[in-house]
Nanobody
Framework: QVQLVESGGGLVQAGGSLRLSCAAS????????MGWYRQAPGKQRDFVAH???????NYGDSVKGRFAISRDNAKNMVYLEMNSLTPDDTAVYYC??????????????WGQGTQVTVSS
């Protein structure tokens, strides 16, 4: 079994910054892609950012230039640096990972989410 645990959410004023972390643990052979998604109340879960094992990253249009995703493969962690936050960034942020639980078996996992609230 694999667990993803997010941390770093909280309340911040508009224009501020937060750094989210996600730690993967359990029966992990290796981790391929890792990413962040978010879900605001009453809305669907949206893509935020994605990073390949080698470091190639891509971002949702609404966060380009403001958010930065990074990872530490040795620690099985992924981070999301969020800058110039606006109230529209308020959501529950979820970590996602494609995990090789054996050399030949990959499964996708989600974290439980961390709340980010941006006040105006």
């Amino acid at each position: 079994q694999v667990q993803l645990v997010e941390s770093g959410g909280g309340l911040v004023q508009a224009g501020g910054s937060l750094r989210l972390s996600c730690a993967a643990s359990g029966s992990i052979f290796s981790i391929n892609a890792m990413g962040w998604y978010r879900q605001a109340p009453g809305k669907q879960r949206d893509f935020v950012a994605h990073i390949a094992r080698g470091g190639d990253a891509n971002y949702g249009d609404s966060v380009k230039g403001r958010f930065a995703i990074s990872r530490d493969n040795a620690k099985n962690m992924v981070y999301l640096e969020m800058n110039s936050l606006t109230p529209d960034d308020t959501a529950v942020y979820y970590c996602n990972a494609d995990v090789l639980i054996t050399k030949w078996t990959m499964k996708n996992y989600w974290g439980q989410g961390t709340q980010v609230t941006v006040s105006s």
